[in-house]
């Protein structure tokens, strides 16, 4: 299992840009930071889930 | 008649004590847009006695601003970084205060950042929040980042909070009310997560890291 801000999911062995796509997050409005650590954009497809990790993802909306 | 740069340090001294002044007149901070967030937390930090401010903006002062940012009804017109530094020097004029009137992209944040010790992000645009603080903690390892997000509209200002979401990034703001579904933006839950941001650059300062 994958903790996905808070919330245990079961989607170990999923890439980060594979969970993405099945969400409703917009890929250029959030960052994603796992087991304590930015995920690098770039590294999105490549970054494997594995069970037990734990990811926060911060969606941003607008005004400022 | 404007105090003398001795008797502003000791005054601020008085009040924060020697150490914290230390900490704080010794630190730069970087301040990403100049809108409701930016000039705020400017104002609240200048006062602080924050050694030195780095304010980037591209934009002009405009009419539809005025109802939340800390710009003058005679101040219309003017880069944002010019009359933000003007109020700055009238408020706090010991602050430090280097400008850049230039639009921060993923090509010159790097460049432009680098010596801050903390990075305000106080964009208006969802978009470019994601770019800033995604590039600053992937390409600025040293630096610590307050972000916001969601501050917009008439819900109650109690849900404007202060978040850890990891070492060196902050997020401050309730992190829903999007500019586009609500009326916009008024100036005293705009103010207060700016508070949010400049507190949380205080106690980093501080060496407090905790929520």
Redesign the interface.
Known sequence: MVKVNGTELDIAGKTVSEYLAATNYDPKRIAVERNGDIVFKSQYDATVLEDGDSLEIVSFVGGG | MIPSKKEWTDALIARHGAELHHRFSSATVAIC?L????SNIAIALARAGIGKLLLVDFDRVDITNLHRQQYKANQIGLCKTDALKKNLSEIAPYTEVETVTAKITEANFRDLLKDADIVCE??????S??ML??GV??QLPDCYLV??????GMDTCNTIKTRK???R?Y?CGD??????S?IG?VAPR?MLCAAHQAHTVLRILADEYEI
């Open positions: 847009g809108g409701g967030l930016g106080a964009f208006d645009n969802a978009e929040k994601s603080v995604n903690l992937e972000a916001a997000s969601g501050m917009a979401i990891m070492k990034f997020l992190e829903v009310s999007d500019v586009a609500t933006l705009v």
